[in-house]
């Protein structure tokens, strides 16, 4: 298909100092935008300056949420070449997400090329220092102006790009996680392994109280018995017990399939170790913590990267991991997965696709 570009003839400055990028604040020139009507399916893909859009304000995602996204990033190599991560897994679990909220199906391919060619118009946004990246936040929204509740027949499919560095203030240093036992994020049925808006809404009491108690998250237990451990706001979430690495199996539905827990899982195979995707309950992490056999606990995610947790707080009880330092198993991940999407590690996966 083809995409017009309408660019901008003001562009911004770019950030001046990229190590106070922080995360989401800021944004490229340009954006991508591509209706769809039923009848004509996806038409008329245009980059644009990046800027306010108008919808109404009955369309329909402002009300009940007809909404998905993804998260992805483009990183700047050495030797000055743009890589992204496992692109295509991102688009197909947009269509995932998409197939549960009733959105219809984007072609992979097609967004693939919409992505590429917006990044070719945006590409000097790509930042250069250590740990920085460009972000990337595709999403689709319902915009029929209707008041009545059905899938929409009218959408927009949008990229918008933004330089970021560190999603958490502290980097690399350990977090702090809050175990929520009231609230919960998702149940069996529902739709906790999509991305979508409503998910999130769900999760903002909780981390609000967390962050009251100075933990800057929340590890979501399941949604039935609140005793299994499903994942944390932003990422998935690992256990390294007696050697054994576990992370929470997905087969509930109500847990997001990580990109990077994806790889995680297939970095560790691939060194021999001994990972499993199981059902692990919060009690089994509390004793292993007594036996003192929890040996670290990491979370996963494009924008959280590979985040230590060094202390977990589950009721009256805190468990400081690993002297709240990050531990070798994570800080090894971190190292070959960082290392591969900044092209500083050979790719024996073929995980990276160049601009
Ligand atoms: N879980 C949730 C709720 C998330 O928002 C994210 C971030 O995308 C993840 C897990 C990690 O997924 P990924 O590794 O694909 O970024
Ligand atoms: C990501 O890691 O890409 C995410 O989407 C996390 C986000 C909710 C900030």
């Given at each position: ?12 400055a ?10 989401g ?7 991508l935008?591509?209706p ?5 399916g996806?038409?008329?893909p245009e980059?644009?300056?990046y800027g ?5 304000p ?16 483009a990183?700047?190599?050495?030797d ?6 496992r ?5 197909k679990?947009l269509?995932?997400s998409?197939e549960?909220l ?10 693939m090329?919409?992505?590429r ?21 595709p ?25 970021s560095g560190?999603y958490?203030?502290?980097?690399l240093?350990?977090?702090s996680i ?5 609230y919960?994020?998702?149940v ?13 809404a ?12 100075n ?18 706001g932003?990422?998935?979430?690992f ?21 990077t827990?994806?790889?995680t899982?297939?970095l ?5 170790m001994?990972v499993?995707e199981?059902?692990i ?11 003192g ?13 590979i ?7 589950w ?16 800080q ?7 290392g ?15 601009l």
């Amino acid at each position: 298909m083809e995409i017009k570009k309408n660019l901008t003839p003001a562009p911004k400055a770019k950030p001046a100092d990229e190590s106070k990028l922080g995360f989401g604040h800021v944004f490229t020139d340009h954006m991508l935008i591509m209706p769809y009507d039923t009848g004509k399916g996806w038409h008329d893909p245009e980059i644009v300056p990046y800027g306010n859009i108008s919808i109404s304000p009955a369309a329909m995602c402002l009300h009940y949420g007809q909404t998905v996204f993804e998260g992805m990033k483009a990183y700047r190599t050495a030797d000055n070449k743009i890589q992204l991560f496992r692109p295509e897994e991102n688009f197909k679990r947009l269509n995932k997400s998409n197939e549960r909220l009733v959105i219809p199906e984007l072609p992979v391919d097609l967004a693939m090329q919409c992505l590429r060619e917006l990044l070719e118009v945006d590409k000097d946004w790509v930042p250069t220092l250590d740990g920085t990246s460009l972000y990337i936040r595709p999403f689709i929204v319902a915009v029929d102006p209707f008041l009545g509740v059905r899938p929409g027949d009218q959408y927009l499919f949008m990229i918008v790009l933004s330089p970021s560095g560190a999603y958490y203030a502290s980097g690399l240093n350990p977090v702090s996680i809050y175990v929520e036992d009231k609230y919960v994020r998702a149940v069996r049925g529902g739709m906790g392994f999509a991305k979508t808006g409503g998910n999130y809404a769900a999760s903002l009491h909780s981390q609000d109280d967390a962050h009251k108690l100075n933990y800057s998250q929340v590890l979501w237990l399941d949604g039935v018995e609140q005793k299994y451990i499903e994942e944390v706001g932003a990422m998935n979430i690992f256990f390294v017990i007696d050697g054994e690495v576990v992370t929470p199996s997905l087969d509930a539905g109500s847990i997001l399939g990580g990109i990077t827990r994806k790889s995680t899982v297939e970095l560790c195979k691939s060194w021999g170790m001994k990972v499993s995707e199981r059902r692990i309950s919060i009690q089994e992490v509390a004793d292993a913590y007594d036996a003192g056999k929890l040996q670290e606990v990491f979370g996963t995610g494009t924008a959280a990267v590979i985040s230590p947790v060094g202390h977990l707080k589950w009721g009256d009880k805190v468990m400081e991991i690993n002297n709240n330092e990050i531990g070798p198993i994570s800080q090894k991940i971190y190292d070959t997965l960082t290392g591969i999407q900044w092209g500083k590690v050979e790719d024996t996966f073929g995980w990276t696709v160049e601009l």
